[in-house]
């Protein structure tokens, strides 16, 4: 605590009795109990900890409970979303189970005050550093690089150290809310028992819990009531009203709107750089008639979806979606033209703003690709792979002693040539060479740091991995429409989370960085708040 505290004033003694559990967790610790029994046998002193419900609030969980659990998350390091897993958890905390994650949300910022939060941090980091600083056994303590740096105690670990309010994040989210689903119609009659934006409602809510729509419909409509959402059949039936045409041609034009909103930032910059990617959605059922399947290996199976996405210093929104179509030994597709997959998400994405740079996996190592992105009038940058003509460059630079060399080339295809280049340059992740295929012109001198600009495009990985996780809500459907509809919805409320943090961060004077303020879940929740009425 930077501040002399009164000794007999309340927070004084509130931060007395967390440190005392602290220690009482730490000691447990060190004699070798495991953490979820050190913070369970710690005495808490709740003279001085509010309860923000009354006594007539419908809360089922045990103030005490969630003082001990938020203890444990805070000293684990755990998202709620993995918290709300753990449901062995709940037995030894005194609660009847573990709450899911916006009911996790919803206490630390609703029920928790200043000082429960306070209290709580205190006595957690207490224990994580004593942890490390003393070094004895504590496995599922999360590292003190974590924590060291927290300056604010009084504010949720997950938003430390920024300056926005609760009003802010709920206007700002709300405000980029609004630019999301306008585009999207499913075209059913104007007498219809639901609106769309009640579809919207329950899919968001779906995604957030990480739940299937029959589940998800019967615990939204136990919430909620019975008249503010439709059943999970009735759902369903609504979404396959979207064909894939209509639902990337929608997307495409909320991407235009969510720009439209940042175009004036000055630290929005132009043009882009974009990170063109595929990602797997596991599909474990029978193949016969899945045209949209592809097959992974012997083994596994999936629906493939591209992506193009802004990356390097920008807002990382997704400008473009696009379903790949592979050829399967159960189906009669053409063989994949990834380079026709290229040349349309380009395309779309340049409707909205001008593309400097293009960067791609070795997926699309291909002189089709190649020549697809010169004839664009984009730049690409794409590592290659390894042949026995690159292993003979690489021999010849070994024994010449050289680290990086340059190779003239050039593509020939039926839909055009242009010149290239190869540069081989050390390898990034260990010992080796990199081959990296771009139209530019780039010196020997200059080829390893322009090749650097290759690492931007490690965030479509946590992007993919933020879709999956916290906003694609499960399925089993062997339909296709619900199946891109549902990754598709999960990718714009990525980039409504997206969009949100830039507008927080754009009021500040200060570097945009990539870390969000505002974390998935929390957004998400926001999002539904704002869509559905208060209970």
Same mark, same amino acid.
């Given at each position: 605590?930077?501040?002399?505290?009164?000794?007999?004033?309340?927070?004084?003694?509130?931060?007395?009795?967390?440190?005392?559990?602290?220690? +009482?967790?730490?000691?447990?610790?060190?004699?070798?109990?495991?953490?979820?029994?050190?913070?369970?046998?710690?005495?808490?002193?709740?003279?001085?900890?509010?309860?923000?419900?009354?006594?007539?609030?419908?809360?089922?969980?045990?103030?005490?409970?969630?003082?001990?659990?938020?203890? *444990?998350?805070?000293?684990?390091?755990?998202?709620?979303?993995?918290?709300?897993?753990?449901?062995?958890?709940?037995?030894?905390?005194?609660?009847?189970?573990?709450?899911?994650?916006?009911?996790?949300?919803?206490?630390?910022?609703?029920? #928790?005050?200043?000082?429960? !939060?306070? #209290?709580?941090?205190?006595?957690?980091?207490?224990?994580?550093?004593?942890?490390?600083?003393?070094?004895?056994?504590?496995?599922?303590?999360?590292?003190?690089?974590?924590?060291?740096?927290?300056?604010?105690?009084?504010?949720?670990?997950?938003?430390?150290?920024?300056?926005?309010?609760?009003?802010?994040?709920?206007?700002?989210?709300?405000?980029? !809310?609004?630019?999301?689903?306008?585009?999207?119609?499913?075209?059913?009659?104007?007498?219809?028992?639901?609106?769309?934006?009640?579809?919207?409602?329950?899919?968001?809510?779906?995604?957030?819990?990480?739940?299937?729509?029959?589940?998800?419909?019967?615990?939204?409509?136990?919430?909620?009531? /019975?008249?503010?959402?439709?059943?999970?059949?009735?759902?369903?039936?609504?979404?396959?009203?979207?064909?894939?045409? +209509?639902?990337?041609?929608?997307?495409?034009?909320?991407?235009?709107?969510?720009?439209?909103?940042?175009?004036?930032?000055?630290?929005?910059?132009?043009?882009?750089?974009?990170?063109?990617?595929?990602?797997?959605?596991?599909?474990?059922?029978?193949?016969?008639?899945?045209?949209?399947?592809?097959?992974?290996?012997?083994?596994?199976?999936? #629906?493939?979806?591209?992506?193009?996405?802004?990356?390097? @210093?920008?807002?990382?929104?997704?400008?473009?979606?696009?379903?790949? !179509?592979?050829?399967?030994?159960?189906?009669?597709?053409?063989?994949?033209?990834?380079?026709?997959?290229?040349?349309?998400?380009?395309?779309?994405?340049?409707?909205?703003?001008?593309?400097?740079?293009?960067?791609?996996?070795?997926?699309?190592?291909?002189?089709?690709?190649?020549?697809?992105?010169?004839?664009?009038?984009?730049?690409?940058?794409?590592?290659?792979?390894?042949?026995?003509?690159?292993?003979?460059?690489?021999?010849?630079?070994?024994?010449?002693?050289?680290?990086?060399?340059?190779?003239?080339?050039?593509?020939?295809?039926?839909?055009?040539?242009?010149?290239?280049?190869?540069?081989?340059?050390?390898?990034?992740?260990?010992?080796?060479?990199?081959?990296?295929?771009?139209?530019?012109?780039?010196?020997?001198?200059?080829?390893?740091?322009?090749?650097?600009? *290759?690492?931007?495009?490690?965030?479509?990985?946590?992007?993919?991995?933020?879709?999956?996780?916290?906003?694609?809500?499960?399925? /089993?459907?062997?339909?296709?429409?619900?199946?891109?509809?549902?990754?598709?919805?999960?990718?714009? @409320?990525?980039?409504?989370?997206?969009?949100?943090? #830039? @507008? @927080?961060?754009?009021?500040?004077?200060?570097?945009?960085? *990539?870390?969000?303020?505002?974390?998935?879940?929390?957004?998400?929740?926001?999002?539904?708040?704002?869509?559905?009425?208060?209970?």
């Amino acid at each position: 605590m930077s501040e002399t505290l009164d000794p007999l004033s309340t927070r004084a003694c509130r931060m007395t009795h967390a440190y005392n559990t602290g220690i +009482e967790i730490t000691e447990k610790l060190r004699a070798g109990d495991s953490l979820l029994s050190s913070v369970v046998d710690s005495t808490i002193q709740t003279e001085h900890l509010n309860d923000n419900y009354p006594e007539w609030h419908p809360a089922p969980h045990s103030f005490l409970g969630m003082d001990r659990l938020l203890i *444990y998350r805070e000293a684990t390091g755990e998202s709620y979303r993995a918290l709300a897993r753990y449901q062995e958890l709940a037995e030894p905390l005194g609660l009847k189970h573990i709450p899911d994650e916006s009911v996790l949300s919803r206490t630390w910022r609703k029920r #928790f005050d200043d000082g429960v !939060r306070e #209290f709580v941090q205190v006595a957690a980091n207490f224990v994580i550093k004593q942890s490390h600083d003393r070094e004895f056994s504590a496995p599922a303590v999360r590292p003190k690089a974590e924590i060291v740096d927290e300056v604010d105690l009084s504010t949720d670990d997950e938003t430390a150290g920024c300056e926005f309010s609760d009003k802010q994040i709920y206007r700002t989210t709300r405000l980029a !809310r609004d630019h999301g689903f306008d585009e999207f119609d499913s075209d059913r009659a104007a007498n219809a028992t639901y609106e769309d934006t009640q579809f919207f409602e329950l899919q968001t809510f779906m995604g957030m819990v990480n739940c299937g729509t029959p589940q998800g419909a019967a615990r939204f409509r136990y919430r909620h009531g /019975s008249d503010s959402s439709p059943h999970g059949d009735t759902h369903l039936r609504t979404i396959k009203q979207f064909a894939p045409g +209509e639902l990337i041609n929608g997307f495409d034009a909320v991407a235009d709107q969510l720009l439209s909103v940042i175009e004036s930032e000055a630290s929005f910059r132009r043009p882009v750089t974009v990170a063109i990617d595929i990602t797997t959605v596991p599909y474990y059922g029978n193949v016969e008639g899945m045209v949209m399947v592809s097959g992974l290996n012997h083994e596994e199976r999936a #629906f493939k979806f591209a992506t193009l996405s802004i990356v390097g @210093l920008n807002i990382p929104l997704i400008l473009a979606v696009e379903p790949v !179509r592979e050829s399967s030994a159960w189906d009669e597709n053409p063989p994949n033209q990834i380079h026709s997959v290229v040349r349309r998400l380009v395309r779309r994405a340049r409707q909205h703003v001008p593309i400097e740079t293009v960067l791609c996996d070795r997926e699309f190592d291909s002189m089709r690709v190649f020549q697809t992105l010169s004839n664009l009038g984009v730049n690409y940058l794409i590592p290659k792979r390894i042949t026995s003509t690159e292993k003979d460059v690489i021999e010849t630079m070994e024994s010449d002693g050289e680290d990086v060399a340059v190779e003239s080339a050039s593509v020939h295809v039926e839909s055009g040539e242009h010149s290239m280049q190869f540069l081989y340059v050390p390898s990034t992740k260990g010992e080796g060479t990199t081959v990296f295929a771009t139209n530019l012109r780039v010196g020997p001198e200059e080829a390893e740091s322009f090749c650097r600009r *290759y690492s931007r495009r490690w965030q479509i990985e946590n992007e993919y991995k933020s879709i999956k996780n916290d906003f694609l809500a499960k399925t /089993s459907s062997k339909d296709y429409r619900v199946r891109l509809f549902y990754f598709v919805f999960a990718v714009l @409320l990525y980039n409504i989370w997206r969009l949100t943090d #830039f @507008l @927080l961060k754009a009021g500040v004077d200060s570097e945009m960085e *990539y870390a969000p303020v505002l974390t998935a879940g929390e957004c998400v929740e926001i999002v539904v708040s704002a869509l559905i009425p208060p209970d």
